[in-house]
């Protein structure tokens, strides 16, 4: 198994520019979610997915969007990127509510 | 409402000798607790849970966390500290008896833990 993949590794973008960060994971899980890493912040939860076709938001969503339409992938719009979107962004999935998460290697953008 | 506290920024210890990293939380109800470490230019990686049962969980690496109740705290500990044990470490939460779908954890901002030879 892969686990969870990320592309890219290494992004920058232009303030006002869109792109996809895409995520899939190959172990069948129901649950998958994005967070931002920032310095002395921890991980915040953008959003999350409870199984394809249902998503929500989690603590910041603004500016971001996202789709699940297949059990796999689970792709994060940022729909026009501000300097404020610099950061780490990471993918995660897990089987059950009380089970460990699983995370992709993280892709780091830089808004310009 | 929930919350999760690492008071440390960055620990430091010498090779061989025991390590500590702190985790306090709060929840209203009963608590799922994680540990989770992260390496320079890595994903975070699972280390071990705490969600009912014997208070002292022993997770990877050697590593094993004390899950008490009164104090409100989970703290990572190993006997004996190695060099490649230098990482971020990360204490999320999550209250297990939340009646809802989104399986939120609340995450600690973590705490470098630097062993010097």
């Known amino acids: ?112 | 409402a929930q919350s999760v506290a690492q008071p440390e920024d960055q620990v430091n210890v010498a090779e061989g000798n025991p390590l500590t990293v702190k985790c306090t939380y709060s929840v209203s109800g009963n608590p799922y607790l994680f540990w989770y470490v992260q390496y320079p230019n890595r994903g975070l990686q699972f280390l071990l849970k705490y969600i009912t049962g014997d208070n002292l969980v022993k997770g990877s690496y050697g590593f094993e966390a004390e899950f008490n109740k009164s104090q409100t705290s989970f703290h990572l500990k190993k006997p004996s500290a190695l060099v490649s044990d230098s990482a971020l470490y990360f204490c999320a939460v999550r209250d297990w008896g939340l009646m809802d779908s989104n399986y939120q954890l609340i995450w600690g901002a973590g705490t470098k833990l630097i062993i010097k030879p």
């Not at chain 1, 995520?23 to 069948?28: I, T």
């Not at chain 1, 915040?44 to 969503?61: F, K, M, W």
């Not at chain 1, 729909?79 to 992709?104: D, H, M, N, R």
Request: include cysteine; hydrophobic fraction near 35%.
């Open chain 1, 1 to 112: 198994n892969a686990g969870v993949t990320q592309t890219p590794k290494f992004q920058v973008l232009k303030t006002g520019q869109s792109m996809t960060l895409q995520c899939a994971q190959d172990m069948n899980h129901e649950y998958m979610s994005w967070y931002r890493q920032d310095p002395g912040m921890g991980l915040r939860l953008i959003h999350y997915s409870v199984g394809a076709g249902i998503t929500d938001q989690g603590e910041v969503p603004n500016g971001y969007n996202v789709s699940r339409s297949t059990t796999e992938d689970f792709p994060l719009r940022l729909l026009s990127a501000a300097p404020s979107q610099t950061s780490v962004y990471f993918c995660a999935s897990k089987l059950a509510i009380g089970g460990e998460q699983f995370f992709g290697p993280g892709t780091r953008l830089t808004v310009l």
